[in-house]
């Protein structure tokens, strides 16, 4: 089994910063902590940034420039640092991982708020 637990959120104004963190355990053997999605209110949830094997990262249009996200593989764990956030980027988070073998296979966190307020 694969356990992926999420934690730095909370509550921000606007133009503050947050990280958050994403810290696989289980069967890590098997998977590659690859990203984040966000899922706002009323919202589909989506791609807000992700990271390949090699590094190659991938932003949604509207995260350009403000978050990064990086990949500790010694420690397991994911991250997202979130600069210049708006009151848009109030959602909840939840990372992802592929399996390795069959990157159809995901396996989600639990999701982490965050809020920002104006």
């Known amino acids: 089994q694969v356990q992926l637990v999420e934690s730095g959120g909370g509550l921000v104004q606007a133009g503050g910063s947050l990280r958050l963190s994403c810290a696989a355990s289980?069967?890590?053997?098997?998977?590659?902590?690859k990203g984040w999605y966000r899922q706002a209110p009323g919202k589909q949830r989506e791609l807000v940034a992700s990271i390949t094997s090699d590094a190659g990262t991938n932003y949604a249009d509207s995260v350009k420039g403000r978050f990064t996200i990086s990949r500790d593989s010694a420690k397991n764990t994911l991250y997202l640092q979130m600069n210049s956030l708006k009151p848009e980027d109030t959602a909840v988070y939840y990372c992802?991982?592929?399996?390795?073998?069959?990157?159809?296979?995901?396996?989600w966190g639990q999701g982490t708020q965050v809020t920002v307020s104006s």
């Open positions: 992802y991982a592929e399996n390795r073998f069959r990157t159809s296979d995901r396996h």
């Open positions: 289980g069967s890590i053997f098997s998977i590659l902590v």
